[in-house]
Each structure stands twice: as C-alpha cells, then as structure tokens.
C-alpha cells in the first residue's frame, strides 16, 4: 500500500487549520487544542513546516505561526515534500535514483511516468482547496497519455 506517514497527514490538518485564520498568527497550543492533536506532536510538525519555508514563526505576545505563502500557492506536493521529502514510487523515479537495475529494467520509463502522473495531481490541489469546507472535484482520468500493453495488442 502506497501510504504517507501520520505526520504527513497531521502536518495537512495543520496547514489546513491556519489556512482557514490567515489573519491570525496561531499558537502551537492553540493549533494542537484546534485539530485535538498532543502539543508535542503540533511542535514537531510546525518546527519541520517551518524549516521548509512553508510557515513562518515569531516570538513574542503576538508572536506564532503564519502561512509564508497565500493557501492557493501552496500544494500538497509542497506538504508532503516538506514531511517526507521528494514523492517517488519507485528508486528510478526518484530524481537522485540509486536503483542498481536501472540499466537492464524494462518498467523505469512506465514507472517514471506513474510518478510524474501522481506529481501532476498532487501538484494540482492546492492548500486553499484542501482547507475549503466542500469537497474537491478531481479529474476522472490524469491526462497523462496511455500505453497500449503488448498483450491487450494481441486479442
């Protein structure tokens, strides 16, 4: 199962939350009271948001965190990367790919093009969509153009 750590999935409840209050800085406190997370846990999440440019943080009486950017330009490709760093499914689709069979491996190319095809979507839904109270619409179909497989050629 292809699956992105609970903190991942904390860290966009996170963003989505202060998405909701631009105008306000949030303290981490009150952030972990907001989406009934332990404070630790908020912190942690905040601290590593931060460290990828994604918040920014002051100190002081009027001091917390803030989104660095507007919530229409921060995509959940951006969330994601910040907490677990570049999305790849395969090693070969990762940009710095070390796979060892890369060389004699007949799928790098389709697998390559199932992580650009996943990139495209995540890359497609933004923070303001994700802290927005309706549901998003997606696409049907990615438009990423198909392959006809050898063996649906020969029926």
Known sequence: MLKLSRLTDYAAIIMAQIARHPEASCAAADLAKAVRLPHPTVSKTLKMLVRAGLLSSSRGAQ??????????????????????GPVAITEC????????????CDLADNWQRVTLGVRTLLDSVTLAHLAAPTPIKLPVRLPIQSVTLATEASH
Do not use: N
Request: aromatic share 2%.
């Open 63 to 84: 001091g917390g965190y803030r989104l660095a950017q507007d919530p229409a330009q921060i995509t959940v490709i951006d969330i994601i990367t910040a907490m677990e």
């Open 93 to 104: 689709s990762h940009e710095e790919g070390a796979c060892e069979l890369i060389d004699r």
